[in-house]
Each structure stands twice: as C-alpha cells, then as structure tokens.
C-alpha cells in the first residue's frame, strides 16, 4: 500500500526513541516525500521511500531501500496516539465518555490523555500510521452500512500484523476477508467497528469499547 503525502516530521523521532516506543528505523527519517509499504505473512512488514520526482517504482531493487517497521511500545492507553476517520470527532465515538482524549498538531498533546493526531486522507493511511509506530491505534465505527470495502482495509490489516500490531472487530472477533462469498468485496467487522493496534493496547480497548 502506499501513502503519496506521507508526513515525515523528525520531531516524532527524538521523543519516540526517549520513551522506548518505536525501533530505531523510525520512518520520520524519510523526508517529506511519498511512501510505499509491503508484507508478507511470517516475513515482516517493509517500507519503501518514493520520490516527487519518481515516476516508476522499482521494488526489487536492493535491499538497502527497504526498511522494517514495527508497531510502538506504548503500554498505556494516556500516552497513546490515536487515528480516528476522517470527519468525525472523538466524542462521537463510543471510547469518549471513558477515556477523554486531547489533539495537537504533531501528536502530542496534553500528559496523561491520548492523543487524537492528524492523518491524511483515508483508512490505508491509518495503518499506515499503526504499522510504522506513528501511532498507536486507529479506530474505525461502522455505522451507515455494517460492511467495509475489502481493497480499503486488507493490505492494511495484513501491514499491521506483520509489524506485531493486532485487528479486530469492536467484539475482538477475527477480520474474515472471505466473509463476502461471492464476490469478495466486503468485510463485515464485528461489534461495528475497526480496531487496529499495536498489540499491547489491544484488550485494554476491547474492555472499554
């Protein structure tokens, strides 16, 4: 999947490695340039810096171009960095009343609240998020239609698990891709709704949603 506007402000590096919650390849060290990110189930997830002036990609040039990524370390729900869809608020989410969370523009905001950060446009670009340990976790509600579009979150979700993160539906229960029988175009998450996290936060979330 790739992310064409991928914002790569190194102030998320210096403070990430401080407290232990992201790899040393922090992909804040691209510039501000487009990115792709490729996986394989029991190979690990990778990521590929594109250029403004790049025009085709190739990806299988050296292995030197690809790094590896990982989720973050957060292990506590006050210091995690949160994706929510775009054009809704976090107070129109179920988790709201239980956990109040705070914003600012570079992803950290008040100590002790999580923090809601900017993310540009669509679902891949939050796991994009989760998968590079820019964030901690991305949540999704389901509400107008009980089914999602598989090509929107499929590469997504097997990103995010191969860099040690988790996805489930709001009812912890699997993501079946296959759940569409005919034509494979649909995901019906259960409980109504995404939840993509780097593992650790995981049933802590589950607990409160």
Not at 96 to 121: D, H, M, Q, V, Y
Not at 126 to 140: E, I, N
Not at 161 to 186: H, I, K, N, P, Q
Request: negative net charge; hydrophobic residues 35%.
């Amino acid at each position: 999947m790739g992310c064409p506007n991928w914002d790569t402000d190194s102030t998320y590096l210096p403070e990430n490695l401080a407290r232990g919650m992201t790899n040393k390849n922090e992909i804040s060290d691209f510039p501000r340039t487009g990115a792709i990110m490729a996986a394989c189930y029991g190979y690990g997830t990778w990521m590929k810096r594109i250029s403004l002036n790049t025009v085709n990609v190739d990806v299988d040039g050296s292995c030197d171009d690809w790094i590896s990524c990982s989720v973050d370390k957060c292990n506590s729900l006050q210091e995690a960095r949160i994706c929510i869809a775009d054009r809704v608020t976090w107070e129109l989410l179920p988790l709201s009343n239980a956990l109040p969370a705070t914003s600012a523009p570079k992803g950290f905001g008040e100590r002790w609240k999580p923090t809601i950060i900017p993310t540009c446009c669509g679902s891949l670009c939050k796991y994009f998020m989760v998968a590079t340990g820019r964030a901690s976790v991305f949540l999704l509600q389901v509400k107008i239609q009980p089914s999602v579009k598989v090509w929107d979150h499929a590469v997504g979700m097997i990103c995010v698990s191969e860099a040690g993160g988790e996805v489930t539906g709001w009812d912890g229960s699997e993501m079946f891709l296959a759940s569409d029988d005919v034509g494979r175009r649909s995901i019906t998450p259960g409980g109504g709704g995404i939840l993509v996290t780097n593992g650790t936060l995981h049933n802590q979330l589950l607990d409160m949603i």
